[in-house]
């Protein structure tokens, strides 16, 4: 005769909260970010207002979402969905503002799609994100790498194409390392007013590589690559300095990718300046 199996007081965690990729929630948002974003893209004159209520509809929308999460119960702080919203919300912004540089006409249609996908992979990783034990974490945190450096290309492209003076440009650029550090170092320190302090110095150190840039004959799309450079080097050597696991060989790895990117910028450089 089988032992009867004990009776379970606590229901389990799938009943209590289904799969975020079964709510039509993230699909909506998304939809809501394509269209007014196509809408600012279309328009003319230009209405940079559109923009910013895009932004703001992304932002509420998102954190919505992610309150969703079960492990929302367990939070005492009320902000603490903040550091999980600087990326959609910056990703909205870069998305509006370099499209409208970079791409005219039919082509706006195609690279509103990309940036669609973009926030959807950004919106599901976020939420997936949140349970460091689930075993979609991982993918989750590749996804959110990959969309936090192309948000902070296309922002740094942004500042050298619409010819920010030079004090204006580097504050922006060192605002949005610093929001994008958070997204980025949130994997490896928990206290967030000492993420919050990492991040300050590796926006501080992009902020003066912009101003270096002043010297240097390098503009737009590169000017964005060297500053995309820097923010790769410098928030990647602070997380491994607090993984604890700075070792030669990681050192190696960023030395090496240092070099090819300069290497990369300089023949870009060369290759403007022959065309």
Known sequence: MQAEEPFETTPRLEVIAPSILRSSKVPLLVAVFSVGLLLYLTIEPT?????LVVTALVALGADGILREHPHSARQDDIAWTAPLLFLP???TLGAG??????LSGYWVVPGVIICAGLMAGALYAE???IDGDSDVYPTARFVLNIVTYLTAFALYAVVYAFDVSLVP???TVGLVSLLLSVEVLREAEADPMRALAFSG?????VAEARWALYFLPLESYLAGVFLLLV????SGLVQHHLNEDLR???VSEFVMIAVLGIVIVTLGRLFEGGA
């Open 89 to 91: 919300t910056l990703l």
């Open 97 to 102: 503002l370099f499209l409208e540089d970079a």
């Open 231 to 234: 923010f790769y080097l410098t």
């Open 248 to 250: 030669p060989p990681v």
């Open 127 to 129: 939420h997936a994100s």
């Open 169 to 171: 440009a580097a504050l």
């Open 201 to 205: 110095v590796v926006g501080l150190i």
């Open 47 to 51: 209405k940079p207002w559109i923009l």
